[in-house]
C-alpha cells in the first residue's frame, strides 16, 4: 500500500493542487510534503507536533525530514501565500457579485503563548516576546499574528497571516501590507478592524484602493464638533437621550449618537458613540465607531462592524481544532512556514465547504474515517490479513 492512498480524497488533493497551480511554482517533493501537512493538521488527533503529522498523515520517512522541511527545505512559502489570496479573493469575489453584498476585509490580531524560557535555555524560541493580550487583558510571552480574513455574506476565507517581530515591521505595517494585497474590484469593500488598527497610514492605505473603513474607536481620539477640539470621552458627558437613537442590532438595543464631520484622522468621517440602552450615558461605559463611508446608516454600519466577529471565531477554531499556538518549532523561518502551512490548511477547509472553516474541518475528519473503513474493507477482500492490514496503517 502507498502511503498517500489514506490521504482524505487523494484524487481530490491531486484535482485542487493542479486547479490552484501549485505545480508551477513547487517540486514534486515540496508538494510530497504539504499534502502531508495539511492531511496531519486536519487530522483529529493533531496537537500542533512534527510527530503528530507523521502519525496522522502516515508518513514513512523519518520525522526528522518534516523538521527540515520547515527549517531548511528549498521552498518559497511567500507562493503558497499568494495562492491562498488568490483563491481566497475569487471566492469571495463570487459571492459579492453572487449575492450583491459588500466585501469585507477582517483585519485583527492574536498572541500564540509560549513558556518563557529559562536563563539557562541554550535552544530558545525564536521571535517570542511580551505581547498584550486581549483575551487575558496582560502582557504574555510569545508570539504575536496579524491575521486576515475576506468575507461576503456568510462566507469566510483566510487571507493573509504574518508573524509580528519586534524587530521589523510594526503591527501597522503588517495591516498596510495586508491591505494592499487585496485586489480592487467593483464590489464595495470595507475594512473592519478593531480600535487598535485606524491609524493614519492604514486609512491612507485603504482610501487609496478604494476601500471604506469601519472600525472601533479609542475614547481619547479627538474629533471637532462645531469645531472644538475634544476627545470622545470628554465630549460623551454632554450627550443625553434626546440627542440619541435607538438602534437594534440582533437581539441587543442601543441608543447612538451620531456625528459627520471632520475628525484628526480624516476631513470627513462618521462618528458613532453608543451605549447598551437602559445603562445610562456614563462616558467609560461608551463604545466609539468610525466610518469613512457616509452614506451608511447607525444600523448599517453598526451592522457590518458586527461581521467583524468571524475573525474572533476564527482564531478560536484554529487555535482549538488546528493547534495554531501549539508548535514546537524554533526557528523564527519554520514557524513561519508552519503557520503559512496552516493558513493554506483552513483554506482548503473552508472551500471544500462553501467558506465555513469549522464545518469544513469536521467534514474532512469525517471522510478520512470512512476512507480508512473503506481501505481496511478493501485490502481485507483482497486477501490481506489483519497484522498486514496493521503494519500497513502503522497500529501494528
Same mark, same amino acid.
Given at each position: 500500500? !502507498?502511503?498517500?492512498?489514506?490521504? @482524505?480524497?487523494?484524487?481530490?488533493? $491531486?484535482?485542487?493542487?493542479?486547479?490552484?497551480?501549485?505545480?508551477?511554482?513547487? !517540486?514534486?517533493?515540496?508538494?510530497?510534503?504539504?499534502?502531508?501537512? &495539511?492531511?496531519?493538521?486536519?487530522? /483529529?488527533?493533531?496537537?500542533?507536533?512534527?510527530?503528530?503529522?507523521?502519525?496522522?498523515?502516515?508518513?514513512?520517512?523519518?520525522?526528522?525530514?518534516?523538521?527540515?522541511?520547515?527549517?531548511?527545505?528549498?521552498?518559497? +512559502?511567500?507562493?503558497?501565500?499568494?495562492?491562498?489570496?488568490?483563491?481566497?479573493?475569487?471566492?469571495?469575489?463570487?459571492?459579492?457579485? %453572487?449575492?450583491?453584498?459588500?466585501?469585507?476585509?477582517?483585519?485583527?490580531?492574536?498572541?500564540?503563548?509560549?513558556?518563557?524560557?529559562?536563563?539557562?535555555?541554550?535552544?530558545?524560541? *525564536?521571535?517570542?516576546? #511580551?505581547?498584550?493580550?486581549?483575551?487575558?487583558?496582560?502582557?504574555?510571552?510569545?508570539?504575536?499574528?496579524?491575521?486576515?480574513?475576506?468575507?461576503?455574506?456568510?462566507?469566510?476565507?483566510? #487571507?493573509?497571516?504574518? %508573524?509580528?517581530?519586534?524587530?521589523?515591521?510594526?503591527?501597522?505595517?503588517?495591516?498596510?501590507?495586508?491591505?494592499?494585497?487585496?485586489?480592487?474590484?467593483?464590489?464595495? =469593500?470595507?475594512?473592519?478592524?478593531?480600535?487598535?488598527?485606524?491609524?493614519? !497610514?492604514?486609512?491612507?492605505?485603504?482610501?487609496?484602493?478604494?476601500?471604506?473603513?469601519?472600525?472601533?474607536?479609542? /475614547? $481619547?481620539?479627538?474629533?471637532?464638533? *462645531?469645531?472644538?477640539?475634544? @476627545?470622545? *470621552?470628554?465630549?460623551?458627558?454632554?450627550?443625553?437621550?434626546?440627542?440619541?437613537?435607538?438602534?437594534?442590532?440582533?437581539?441587543?438595543?442601543? %441608543?447612538?449618537?451620531?456625528?459627520?464631520?471632520?475628525?484628526?484622522? &480624516?476631513?470627513?468621517?462618521?462618528?458613532?458613540?453608543?451605549?447598551?440602552?437602559?445603562?445610562?450615558?456614563?462616558?467609560?461605559?461608551?463604545?466609539?465607531?468610525?466610518? /469613512?463611508?457616509? @452614506?451608511? !446608516? $447607525?444600523?448599517?454600519?453598526?451592522?457590518?462592524?458586527?461581521?467583524?466577529? +468571524?475573525?474572533?471565531?476564527?482564531?478560536? /477554531?484554529?487555535?482549538v481544532q488546528l493547534a495554531m499556538d501549539r508548535y514546537?518549532?524554533?526557528?523564527? *523561518?519554520?514557524?513561519?512556514?508552519?503557520?503559512?502551512?496552516?493558513?493554506?490548511?483552513?483554506?482548503?477547509? =473552508?472551500?471544500? $465547504?462553501?467558506?465555513?472553516?469549522?464545518?469544513?474541518?469536521?467534514?474532512?475528519?469525517?471522510?478520512?474515517?470512512?476512507?480508512?473503513?473503506?481501505?481496511?474493507y478493501n485490502q481485507a477482500q483482497r486477501g490481506a490479513?489483519?497484522?498486514?492490514?496493521? =503494519?500497513?496503517?502503522?497500529?501494528?
Amino acid at each position: 500500500m !502507498s502511503h498517500t492512498y489514506i490521504l @482524505s480524497q487523494e484524487n481530490h488533493w $491531486n484535482n485542487r493542487f493542479e486547479e490552484w497551480k501549485l505545480p508551477l511554482f513547487f !517540486s514534486k517533493p515540496v508538494l510530497h510534503h504539504i499534502k502531508h501537512f &495539511v492531511d496531519g493538521m486536519l487530522s /483529529t488527533g493533531f496537537t500542533g507536533t512534527l510527530t503528530d503529522i507523521q502519525r496522522e498523515s502516515l508518513q514513512e520517512r523519518d520525522r526528522r525530514t518534516l523538521s527540515h522541511f520547515l527549517t531548511h527545505g528549498k521552498w518559497d +512559502a511567500s507562493y503558497l501565500e499568494r495562492i491562498v489570496q488568490r483563491v481566497a479573493f475569487q471566492q469571495v469575489k463570487a459571492c459579492a457579485q %453572487r449575492e450583491r453584498s459588500p466585501l469585507f476585509v477582517i483585519l485583527d490580531d492574536t498572541v500564540c503563548e509560549k513558556t518563557k524560557p529559562s536563563s539557562q535555555a541554550t535552544h530558545m524560541i *525564536q521571535g517570542a516576546s #511580551f505581547q498584550h493580550s486581549h483575551l487575558k487583558r496582560r502582557h504574555v510571552y510569545g508570539h504575536a499574528v496579524v491575521q486576515t480574513l475576506l468575507r461576503s455574506g456568510d462566507q469566510v476565507f483566510p #487571507f493573509a497571516t504574518a %508573524r509580528y517581530d519586534p524587530q521589523g515591521k510594526s503591527k501597522i505595517e503588517l495591516a498596510g501590507d495586508m491591505i494592499q494585497a487585496v485586489p480592487m474590484s467593483s464590489c464595495r =469593500t470595507y475594512v473592519l478592524m478593531d480600535s487598535w488598527y485606524p491609524s493614519a !497610514s492604514v486609512l491612507q492605505t485603504c482610501a487609496e484602493r478604494g476601500f471604506h473603513v469601519i472600525s472601533g474607536l479609542k /475614547t $481619547n481620539r479627538i474629533f471637532y464638533p *462645531q469645531g472644538i477640539r475634544q @476627545s470622545l *470621552q470628554s465630549f460623551a458627558s454632554y450627550i443625553s437621550k434626546t440627542d440619541t437613537d435607538l438602534v437594534t442590532i440582533g437581539s441587543s438595543a442601543y %441608543r447612538v449618537y451620531r456625528y459627520e464631520g471632520k475628525l484628526n484622522l &480624516v476631513e470627513n468621517a462618521v462618528l458613532l458613540l453608543c451605549w447598551k440602552d437602559g445603562e445610562g450615558f456614563d462616558p467609560k461605559q461608551m463604545k466609539a465607531f468610525l466610518s /469613512t463611508d457616509v @452614506s451608511l !446608516s $447607525n444600523e448599517e454600519i453598526l451592522n457590518f462592524y458586527s461581521k467583524r466577529w +468571524a475573525i474572533e471565531t476564527y482564531f478560536r /477554531t484554529v487555535k482549538v481544532q488546528l493547534a495554531m499556538d501549539r508548535y514546537q518549532v524554533r526557528s523564527a *523561518q519554520a514557524i513561519d512556514r508552519y503557520l503559512t502551512l496552516l493558513l493554506f490548511s483552513a483554506l482548503c477547509c =473552508t472551500c471544500r $465547504n462553501h467558506g465555513s472553516l469549522i464545518d469544513g474541518i469536521h467534514g474532512y475528519r469525517i471522510q478520512k474515517k470512512h476512507d480508512m473503513i473503506e481501505y481496511i474493507y478493501n485490502q481485507a477482500q483482497r486477501g490481506a490479513t489483519l497484522d498486514q492490514i496493521k =503494519t500497513r496503517l502503522r497500529v501494528a
